[in-house]
């Protein structure tokens, strides 16, 4: 009785592998090469040559493996909305003013628990307590309006210059 393995065999091994490894991994990755071993232990059963075996290996496994990220994200991310972060997401956020703004100098707000230096895009200060909208992050500092307060305020001009 010969107990050595005959190609067709090493690529089921190899097959169940990769599908084990791809019940304890996530991302759908060691799939599509358990696929590949699958098609190339079918070709050792024909009894295709090792070097057909490899490459069919490698080339099904690289096709499925490609598709698959754009089938997936065409399919099933295409209702998904972009998540916004970081200075992205405070961008049209309230704010609350908890030390002043002052035309002359900046104020504080808070939002999402932080604490920023904030200036105000409108004519005349912010009290302290009053709920402001972000509308522009430069750098470190916020750029906040009124909600009721218009966008075209000569401070916004203001800022448009300097920035040119």
């Known amino acids: 009785m010969d107990l050595t ?5 090493l690529w089921m091994v190899a097959a169940l592998v990769f599908g084990g490894l791809e019940m304890k991994l996530s991302g759908f990755v060691t799939l599509w090469f358990a696929v590949g071993a699958l098609v190339s232990s079918l070709a050792a059963a024909l009894g295709l040559g090792i070097d057909f075996q490899l490459f069919l290996f490698t080339a099904v496994s690289a096709t499925l493996f490609g598709a698959s990220r754009t089938i997936f994200k065409s399919v099933f991310m295409r209702t998904a909305s972009h998540l916004k972060t970081g200075v992205e997401a405070m961008l049209g956020q309230e ?5 002043a ?10 939002i ?8 105000s895009l409108a004519e005349g200060g912010v009290p302290e307590g009053e709920r402001v909208t972000v ?3 430069e750098g470190l500092k916020l750029w906040v309006r009124r909600p009721s307060a218009s966008l075209s305020t000569p401070a916004r001009e203001l800022k448009k210059e300097r920035a040119s």
């Open 112 to 119: 999402n628990g932080e604490l920023w230096t904030a200036r």
């Open 5 to 9: 393995p005959t190609a067709w065999q």
């Open 135 to 137: 509308e522009q992050v």
């Open 95 to 99: 704010a609350v003013v908890v030390e």
């Open 101 to 110: 703004i002052h035309e002359t100098h900046g104020g504080t707000v808070r």
